[in-house]
């Protein structure tokens, strides 16, 4: 990623960050933003979140304040931009997801100090996201490349995300290729 994307990356994310904590709105970086927090630093161009699916409304008059448009409201996920600028929102609404987003932990980014979400629900909304969409393979290269630099994980949490779609041959692989 260039210079100039990531310095765009970061006034918008600071910008965000600013938006949501002086409307309360708690949230927790989740995505490409999230995959470099926890040790895979891969570009990426846009800011993906979750937030609680109570903060949604709030979450959109951020954004139009911020002269974002909408790009896509649904039920589990808002889309909103602004020039070249996108960021995601995911609702947590189920509780898996309010889970992750109480666990999240506050890490360095770029010289701020972001929310993230656990490694181990990262990698689960990765393989929610590629059973989704197969077409995905991105989020298969993170989920390796997440092994290979997180040596740590609790196995018993990541493993029932695999689980949850019936996916487990999957993570047989990506843990083969993950060595």
Request: charged share 30%.
């Amino acid at each position: 990623m260039s210079a100039h994307v990531r310095s765009q990356l970061n006034a918008q994310l600071r910008e965000l960050d600013a938006a949501f904590r002086s409307r309360g709105v708690g949230y927790a970086a989740i995505g490409g933003l999230a995959v470099n927090a926890h040790g895979f630093v891969r570009a990426t161009r846009d800011i993906d979140l979750m937030v609680l699916v109570e903060d949604a409304a709030t979450v959109r008059t951020i954004a139009l304040d911020l002269h974002y448009s909408v790009l896509d409201e649904g039920k589990e996920i808002s889309s909103y931009v602004r020039d070249r600028q996108r960021f995601d929102v995911m609702h947590a609404q189920r509780p898996i997801s309010r889970d992750l987003l109480a666990r999240a932990s506050e890490v360095p980014l770029d010289g701020m100090r972001i929310p993230i979400i656990p490694v181990e629900g990262l990698i689960g909304l990765k393989v929610q996201a590629y059973n989704d969409n197969p077409r995905r393979l991105q989020d298969v290269m993170d989920m390796v490349e997440l092994f290979r630099v997180n040596t740590t994980l609790n196995m018993e949490e990541v493993r029932s995300y695999f689980r949850l779609f019936d996916r487990e041959r999957l993570l047989d692989d990506i843990l083969r290729a993950a060595r």
